[in-house]
């Protein structure tokens, strides 16, 4: 049997979430459908509304703001000689979890991917070298994803910076923490190796 037209319209809306399948879906319609509240339904549309009309990216970074510019690019506390760059938002959430990084943040919007038609024009690369000429930026770290992807944007970037002034440097690979040997791959620890400090 079929779901109603509008039913089966919600389901299609949750299956646009990343890693939520059919089952998935249909069980969030279902729950939303027998455990909202006029209350909740209301407050998810009044959310849903000021994330569409709030909600931007950061003239500056391109970290996600309710303001022209982030909060973090005004503060001036932090260390603005160092920008570090990330694929997604999501990417600076964690890493400010951490209270460990002080300095500044680009947020490419992705990564290169020629199988999805997503080169380096489709990125925010070149407001990064735009960012780059005030000479307070002396290190680019760059922090995108240990895939293939990830790989090529870090060393598209890397190129595109090789005859400048720029340190750039790139995140650690290696073992997690609390990580076991016998369960890592080839990879990680190849790269664990080559990243070695002394003890």
Known sequence: MDYPEALSLLIEQFMRYPGVGRKTAERYALYTINQFSQQDYEGFQ????????EIRPCSNCGHLTDQDVCRICVDKTRDQSKILVVEESKDVVVIEK????RGLYHVLDGVISPANGIGPEELRIKALLTRLKDAAH????????????GETTALYIQRLLRDTDILVTRIAYGMPAGGNISYADEITLNKALEGRKKF
């Open 98 to 101: 951490t209270r460990t990084y």
């Open 46 to 53: 009044t959310a849903l509304k000021r994330v569409q009309e």
């Open 138 to 149: 002396e290190e680019v770290i760059l922090a995108t994803n240990f895939s293939d992807e």
